[in-house]
């Protein structure tokens, strides 16, 4: 079964993501950057769903970072989901790794959709 590593200082847009995903993945959650990553190097996730603004010092752009430059993490699919939604944040997201990049309010069925596509 792929695991979902879902970021999100905001349990109500986890909890969402969880629903929509149903029981087709194993899902871990985290509240901000640094829990994301400790829990990461221990269950290596297939694919990471992460925000962009986040409390605590490390938001989703550095902590795609540090899964890109991360030997065992440096494989894994990437997907921003943010309410930064200029162009330039979509660039600077591409840039740096992410496979797909989404603009909050988005579309559950179509973050799902993208998952799936990334994890086949």
Do not use: W
């Not at 065992?72 to 930064?84: D, F």
């Amino acid at each position: 079964m792929k695991k979902i590593m879902l970021v999100d200082d905001h349990a109500d847009i986890r909890r969402l993501i969880k629903i929509t995903l149903g029981i087709n993945f194993e899902v871990l959650e985290a509240g901000n950057g640094a829990d994301c990553l400790k829990i990461a190097k221990e269950k290596i996730p297939d694919l990471f769903v992460l925000d962009v603004m986040m409390p605590g010092g490390i938001d989703g752009l550095e902590v795609l970072d540090k899964i890109r430059a991360d030997e065992e993490l440096k494989n894994a699919r990437v997907i921003m989901v943010t309410a930064r939604g200029q162009a330039q944040d979509y660039s600077e997201g591409i840039k740096r790794g992410a496979d797909e990049y989404f603009i909050k309010p988005f579309s559950p069925l179509q973050l799902l959709a993208a998952i799936k596509k990334l994890t086949s």
